[in-house]
């Protein structure tokens, strides 16, 4: 689904369904450098669940027009743009990573119609090293083999993937290298510079549920411990044999929790 979101076209995945207006919707925004397929199975199967389910590519990326936006606060207010363009009211944000920052900050920005938050491999601050931004600042392609060898569990890195023939790190490369044209360094410096998390957090009274990876060397889940304690409503499930890509390396994991979460 094409939409025009500031005077640029966004794209939209509705899981292979037709928009359903006044349904409850769920929005997932994906994280840094990546686009709205690593979203495909959970956006299929709440499509089909009479939700509108509905995955974002955030501009710049994949197949949505416009330039990246240089900020967490812009995209979250980019991503309300596409809730009242989609004339949305009661609205769940899934976001993992960045996503899960710009899902957060969106909810502390739109005050109403957001009804829950489910942060994936969230932590507030999230810091990026500095030879990681360094090497997405010039475009290089050790920033993505930084990534692979942090973001991934032991197991994932050794293939891991139930799916023969399947193999979750480079897969995930390939995506990534799509990004390298400063998106990946736009992303990851938005992160950074990203300070207002806990504030944020602590303006928010709905239901939050937080995924962590036990294996996660991008955002540790001991950093998600202040997000935690400020956000009023917040559970926490965290993840085994699992890192900061869980939605390729658990997939089955993350789709109990979000079934669980949303009651189905």
Not at 121 to 140: D, I, K, S, T, Y
Not at 215 to 236: K, S
């Amino acid at each position: 689904m094409e939409i025009t979101v500031t005077g640029e076209t966004a794209f939209a995945a509705t899981g292979r369904e037709d928009f359903k207006p006044g349904a409850p919707a769920i929005i997932f925004v994906h994280g840094a450098g990546l686009d709205h397929t690593v979203w495909t199975l959970f956006n299929r199967y709440f499509a089909k669940k009479q939700f509108n389910s509905i995955a974002v590519d955030l501009p710049g990326r994949g197949r949505s027009r416009g330039e990246p936006l240089l900020s967490i606060e812009a995209n979250a207010a980019w991503l309300l743009d596409v809730i009242q363009a989609l004339e949305l009211e009661d609205t769940a944000l899934v976001g993992h990573s960045m996503g899960a920052l710009i899902a957060l900050e969106a909810a502390h920005q739109a005050q109403a119609g957001i009804s829950r938050l489910v942060l994936l491999g969230a932590a507030a601050p999230m810091p990026v090293a500095e030879p990681l931004l360094n090497a997405a600042r010039g475009n290089h392609h050790s920033a993505i083999d930084m990534i692979m060898l942090y973001a991934h569990a032991w197991r994932s890195q050794l293939g891991g993937n139930p799916v023969a023939g399947i193999h979750i790190m480079h897969s995930n490369m390939r995506l990534l290298e799509r990004s390298l044209d400063n998106v990946l360094f736009a992303d990851l410096n938005a992160c950074n510079e990203y300070t207002n998390g806990i504030t944020a957090a602590q303006d928010i009274s709905i239901p939050a549920n937080l995924v962590l990876g036990r294996q996660d060397r991008m955002t540790p889940p001991a950093q998600a411990a202040g997000l935690i304690d400020a956000l009023e409503q917040a559970q926490v499930d965290t993840l085994e044999d699992c890192g900061h890509m869980m939605l390729s390396e658990q997939p089955e994991a993350v789709h109990r929790v979000l079934a669980r979460t949303f009651r189905i």
